[in-house]
């Protein structure tokens, strides 16, 4: 049985898609759950698209989430990617796009731009440019002299006019086009640097790829990759489109959405974890209802054939569902040092900081929510006196003032303020005089705080403020409602 490699094949143009790292993801689980092979190679021919330090966002990225490749030539003499533009300095795409010309599957074009513009019509209101194959015609000996004169020319896929082209894709099954429709695509452009197209069958073939994975929008582009394959007579790799990723209304994923790329996730306090399972699962459905898994995990459960046609939607709550479980299971160790910087945007006061993380680790489902559920220890937010007011543990403001007045000074007879001796002084209190527990912690909770919700109880807020910032509050609280 042949093994089964597969590679995820990026343009440095920018940060990295989400329907990028699901391809990458998907390529990876199919090799990994075969024991097979994933390859890197990086796509960098389009010169006029390549953005600076994008090749150093799709290393960090793939570093990030645990996809890492199995081979290419690093000139260190590690492991590191296939590099296009390399294979291009070497000669490669040229080499093989000659032997085309020489099986009369490719030929030169010498065509300039005017000629070209003429060729073009308006399709259902776009613009299109198929080629009349008008240089196919040429002699031998034109050939040699437009060449020999240094004329500019292309290097082009010699399609069919007449027949059908059918390819399989292991998702969307059998496909025919009319030969008819194929454009004769550019192989080698005036730069002599290889077309997308063309570079990725080469590579793909010489690199042994046995699976090829990438979006449903390259479903157009398969008849012609596959006249290329048999042009060369070599193998054709087993296909797998996948689906259209949407936002909540049903449109294309785009920068606009603000979650259209890894890194902007990452920095709206999403983890790594909670992202590759969330996309692993946009297209994909495992067996059963689970849908929390680690990588190790869906390396064992994916099996493509559950890939589904239909587009994906990109369901920002349901991802930040699942961010919130992966922060609840986090080791508290990791997920203070994550939270610790959300912390000190709003918190510059000398409180004991890991007992506030302990207090929203269960509570958030993002870590920029981290701010606003304890901004009230550094400072008391102006409030409302209607807070006072509970239906459920019948408090009003009128009963509200009275418990206020009446814990004052047992607060204030209190030296230790830890957590349990206050909630024990407290229970005496209630017990004493035949209160509900919360008739009396609610607006203790709502004069230390401020706030409607708290991540914490009322002892626990006045551990974490402490002694003199406690009373000063629940003074402060007692003047606003006899105001």
Not at 128 to 143: A, R
Not at 316 to 338: C, H, I, P, Q, S
Not at 402 to 430: F, G, H, M, R
Request: glycine content about 8%; charged content about 30%.
């Amino acid at each position: 049985m042949t093994k089964i490699r597969t590679r995820f094949a990026p343009s440095p143009t920018g940060r990295m898609h989400v329907g990028n790292l699901r391809t990458a993801l998907y390529a990876y689980l199919i090799a990994k759950h075969e024991g097979g092979d994933f390859l890197l190679r990086i796509e960098d021919t389009d010169q006029e698209r390549y953005v600076e330090g994008a090749t150093e966002i799709i290393y960090r990225t793939l570093q990030g989430t645990g996809l890492i490749h199995d081979e290419g030539p690093d000139k260190d003499g590690g492991v590191g990617p296939y590099v296009q533009s390399e294979r291009q300095a070497a000669g490669i795409y040229m080499e093989y796009a000659k032997k085309l010309i020489d099986k009369g599957e490719a030929y030169y074009c010498f065509c300039g731009q005017e000629r070209l513009d003429s060729l073009k019509r308006t399709v259902n209101g776009e613009e299109i440019m198929t080629y009349d194959k008008h240089c196919l015609h040429l002699s031998k000996e034109e050939i040699e002299a437009n060449l020999a004169a240094g004329k500019p020319y292309v290097i082009r896929q010699n399609n069919p006019t007449e027949g059908t082209t059918t390819f399989h894709d292991e998702i969307y099954g059998d496909i025919s086009v009319d030969n008819s429709e194929l454009d004769d695509m550019v192989l080698i452009k005036s730069d002599g640097y290889p077309t997308y197209n063309f570079a990725n069958v080469v590579d793909d073939h010489l690199m042994g790829i046995t699976h090829v994975v990438r979006g449903n929008e390259y479903l157009s582009s398969s008849p012609k990759y596959n006249r290329l394959y048999e042009a060369f007579g070599w193998e054709v790799p087993v296909y797998v489109h996948c689906p259209t990723i949407t936002n909540e209304e049903h449109k294309k994923l785009s920068k606009r959405s603000g979650h259209s790329s890894y890194e902007d996730l990452i920095e709206q306090g999403f983890v790594t974890e909670a992202v590759v399972n969330f996309v692993a699962l946009l297209g994909w459905s495992p067996e059963g209802d689970r849908e929390i898994y680690s990588l190790p995990e869906l390396v064992k459960e994916f099996d493509y054939h559950r890939m589904s046609k239909s587009p994906a939607v990109f369901d920002v709550t349901k991802l930040k569902w699942m961010n919130g479980e992966y922060l609840k299971a986090m080791d508290f160790d990791r997920f203070y040092e994550m939270a610790e910087p959300y912390i000190k945007k709003v918190i510059t006061k000398d409180l004991d900081l890991k007992k506030i993380v302990a207090m929203v680790k269960t509570r958030i489902e993002v870590l920029p929510d981290i701010e606003g559920h304890i901004d009230f220890f550094q400072e008391l937010p102006e409030y409302d006196t209607e807070m006072y007011f509970h239906k459920k543990m019948k408090s009003t403001k009128e009963t509200s003032l009275q418990v206020l007045k009446e814990v004052l000074p047992i607060l204030e007879a209190q030296e230790d303020y830890s957590n349990d001796a206050l909630y024990a002084t407290l229970l005496t209190y209630i017990n004493e005089k035949g209160y509900k527990t919360g008739f009396v912690m609610w607006p203790i909770r709502t004069a230390t705080s401020g706030k409607q919700m708290t991540p914490a109880g009322a002892t626990e807020i006045m551990e974490i403020l402490g002694k003199e910032e406690s009373l000063r509050r629940i003074r402060k609280g007692i003047e606003m409602l006899e105001a």
